[in-house]
C-alpha cells in the first residue's frame, strides 16, 4: 500500500498525515484551501485558486489510484488531477476531470514534459458531479516502453464497468521512470463563489495491470488541444507599503495570464538551479531572446524582443513574457495596470545582472585604472540616518558600488590612496574606477544598474530566473521590488546586490523555493503583506556589508503584517539575525525553520502578538530564540543549543503600543488592543535544550520592573542539558527591578512556580547532538500536540513528541 487515508481525523490548513504515517505537503495560496473536517478532505478554491497536495516519500511507476469525489460549484469551470510519475523538473502524467458549469464532465490524460503540455485523449462522461451523491474515480498507469492509462467514474457503491478512458503513450517523450503523487485542483476565475471538491477514501497502490485487466493498451490516438480556463477578474488595489509610494491609479479591468496546471512542487529548500527550472508556456506567449537577429520584433517564438522591458510595454494586461538563455542587462518597469507572468524558458538559464564587463586598464602605481565610468549611486539610509545602520569598522557599507573578479567581490574603499590588493574605489569626480588586483586575464564586472524589476501591478507573478550584481541603493528598497497584492514568485535565485534583495510590501504574497544569498544588507524584506506565504526557501549569508544588527540586517524581516506562514525556510548565517518578525505583526507561524550560525538572532519576535514557533531549529547564535514586547506565543517542539547568551530570552523594555507611535502598523489606527507591546502569556513547551551556552531561558524586564510572576509564564514538557559541571543554567526569572531567581533543576523550577510543569533534565550536560536516547527516555514528559499545532507539523493530532522530531 503506498498510500491510505480515509480522512476521519481534522486539520484547518492542510492534510496532516494519511492514516499509513504520510505527510502531505502542500502548495496553495491561502493556507486553508485544504482542510478534513473528519469526514472527509477538501479542497476549497477560490474563483482563480489552484492547489497541490503531495503525500511525501511516494515514489512509483505502475499504480492504481482512486478516491471518493463530490463537487460543489457556483457555475464556472474546475479541474482537479491525479498527478503521477512526478519527476524532479515537474514533469508529470495527470489524469484528469474537467467540469463545465453544469457540473458535466470530461476526463483527460495529458503529459507535461519540461512545462510543454500534451494532452493525449479527452472523453466526456455522462454524469454530473454536482449535487449530494458521491463518484468513484479510480485510474491506473502502468507500462514503461508503453505507458497505459485507463480512468473511469462510477457512482459509488456501484459495480464498476469498463475504463471509460483508455489511452497509451507510446512516444519518445513519455516518462518511464517512477515518480511521485499528488492530487491538483484549480477553479476557473469565472467561478461565482468557491469551489469545493470533497474527497474520502483516498488510495494508491503499485499495480502492473491496468483497470480491465488487459495486458496490451489500445492504440494512441492523436493529441487533443485542451480547454482553456476563463479570464479572471478585475484585480483590487490595496494600500501601499512603508515608506508610501506615489498614489497610483485605480487599474483598468484586466484579463489574467492563461492558467496553466502547477508543476509538482518542490518541496527541499531554495530555488532550482538556474537553467533547471521548467514553467509551462502557454499559447500566445511574448518571447524575449536578446541573440536574436531577427529584424522584426514582435514578440513571437521566431521574432522575438530583445529586451524583457520592450517585451513588459508592448504586451497586454494578462500576457507571459517568456525569456531565452542569456544575460539580460536592464532595469525593468511593470506598471500598475499591467499584470504580468514573466519567466524563463524551460531548461534554460536567464540571469538578470545589474553588472557590466569593463577591460580597458591602465597601470598607474601599485594600481590600475580605467576612465570614463559614469555610474553613481546614493549612499544615503533613512532620510540622513545612515550612523543608525553602519558600523564604523565598515564605513563604506552603505556605498552600492560594486566590483567584481571572476565572480568573486572586491571590497571597497573611500578614495584611491587606500585601495591595496583585493580592494576598489570609485572616483565619482573623475568618473574613474581604481583597482588594486592586476585584471590581466581575468574578468572584471562592475555594477552599474540599481535595480531588476520594480513591479507594480497586482497579481504578477516572476519565475525560473537569477537576479545578480546590483548596485541597489537603501532608498530603493530593493534590486527586486513587489507593489501590489497578489505576488508570486518562484524559484528565483538573488544573489550579490548591494543592500536589500527582495522586497515585497502588499498582500496575499505567495513566496515559494527562492535562494536569497549574498546580499549587503538583507535578504527579504516583506512589509504590510497581510495573509502571505513563505515557503521552501534559502534566505541564508546575508549581510555581506557588515551593517549593524539593528534595526535591519540578516536573512529575512518580516513587519506590519498579519497572518503570515513561513514554513520550511533556512535563514542561517547571516550576519546579524536570521528570522526576525517585528512592528506590530500579528497571528505569526514560524514552522519548520533552520537558523543557525547567525551573528544576532535565530528566531526573533519583536512587537508582535499571537506567534507560533514550532519544529524549528536555532543553534550556534548570539541568542537562539527572542520574544520581545510580544505576547500569546507558543514557542513548541523546538532544537536549541549552543547559543553564546541564551537558547531563549524573553525581554521587555519601555515600549508600549498605546504610547509609542513608531513601529505600529499603519493599517490600524490609534490603539491597537489586538497587539499591545507587552510580554505575556507565554508557553515554552516540548523542546529540546542541549549544551553549550550559559543559559537555556532567561526571561526579565530591562525597563519597567514588571516581575515575569506576572506574564503568565509556563514552561513545561521540555528536555534541558545537565546545568551541573558548567552545563547552561536551566532558567533565570526575572523579578521587580534587578532580582533574579535562578532554577538549575525541573524540580525547583516546579516546587517555585508551578508543581504541575513537568521537565527533565539530563544526567550530565550534553551537546544535542548527543541527546539522542535522552529524548527517547523522556519522552512522556511531552505534551500532547495540540490539533492547529499537529497540522502545522504534519502530524497526527495528540502526538506525544520531544523536539522538532527531526
Known sequence: MLLADDFSRTASAGWGRSDNGLAYSSWSSRTTVASIDGEAASIALNPGESAYLTPRDVQAADIRISSDIRLEAAGGRSYYAYTTRVQRDGSAYRLRIFTDADGKVQLSVLRSVKGVDTELKSIAVPVTLLGDDWYTFDATVTGTDAVAFEARITPKGDTPGAPQLTVTDRSAARLSAAGGLAVWGYASSSAKSQTVLQLDSLTAVAA????????????????????????????????????????????????????????????????????????????????????????????????????????????PAGS?????????????????????????????????DGSTRVSSWSKSGSTWV??????????????????????????????????????????????????????????????????????????????????????????????????????????VLGTVRMHNVGTTLRDLVIEDNATIGLFVGNDRATVDNLTIRRNGLLGFSLTTAYDSKVSDSLFTDNNVEHFNGSPVAGGIKVTRSRGVVMSNVDTSRNIGSGTWFDESCFDVKIVDVTSNDNTEIGIHAELSSQVTIAGSQAFNNKEGIRIFDTENVLVTNNDLGNNSRHDINLMQDERRQATHRVGRDPRVSGVDSTVTWITRNITIRNNVFGAGGPRAIFAHDTATGRAVDTWNLVIDGNLFSSSAAGGPSMVTWGGSGNVYESFQTPQALASAKNPSWRNAMTSKPEAFDAMADDVAANSSIARPLTSTVATLLGVANGVVQLGSGR
Do not use: C
Not at 479570464?231 to 491609479?249: K, N, S
Not at 571590497?411 to 580592494?423: E, H, I, L, Y
Open 208 to 315: 502492473k495491470t491496468p483497470l480491465s485487466g488487459e495486458v496490451t493498451p489500445a492504440p494512441e490516438p492523436e493529441p487533443q488541444p485542451e480547454p482553456q480556463p476563463e479570464p479572471q477578474p478585475e484585480p483590487q488595489p490595496e494600500p501601499q507599503p512603508e515608506p508610501q509610494p506615489e498614489p497610483q491609479p485605480e487599474p483598468q479591468p484586466q484579463p489574467e495570464p492563461e492558467p496553466q496546471p502547477e508543476p509538482a512542487p518542490n518541496t527541499s529548500r531554495g530555488a532550482a538551479t538556474v537553467g533547471t527550472a521548467s514553467y509551462a508556456v502557454p499559447q500566445g506567449a511574448v518571447y524575449v531572446n536578446r541573440s536574436s537577429n531577427a529584424t522584426t520584433q514582435d514578440g513571437k517564438a521566431a521574432t522575438p524582443f530583445r529586451t524583457v522591458q520592450a517585451a513588459v510595454d508592448a504586451s
Open 370 to 475: 580605467s576612465g570614463g565610468w559614469k555610474a553613481e549611486f546614493s549612499d544615503d539610509m533613512l532620510n540622513g540616518n545612515a550612523s543608525w545602520f553602519v558600523d564604523p569598522k565598515y564605513p563604506m557599507a552603505n556605498h552600492p558600488d560594486m566590483l567584481f573578479i571572476d565572480g568573486v567581490a572586491q571590497k571597497q574603499v573611500a578614495s584611491a590612496d587606500q585601495v591595496v590588493d583585493g580592494t576598489f574605489a570609485v572616483d565619482y569626480a573623475a568618473d574613474r574606477l581604481i583597482l588594486g588586483t592586476n585584471p590581466e586575464g581575468r574578468q572584471v564586472r562592475v555594477s552599474d544598474l540599481g535595480q531588476a524589476l520594480n513591479v507594480r501591478s497586482a497579481n504578477s507573478v516572476l519565475q525560473g530566473f537569477g537576479v545578480r550584481r546590483y548596485a541597489t541603493s537603501y532608498d
Open 320 to 352: 507571459t513574457i517568456v525569456i531565452r538563455a542569456g544575460e539580460y542587462h536592464e532595469s525593468v518597469e511593470v506598471p500598475f495596470n499591467k499584470t504580468l507572468t514573466i519567466q524563463a524558458y524551460p531548461g534554460e538559464a536567464v540571469w538578470f
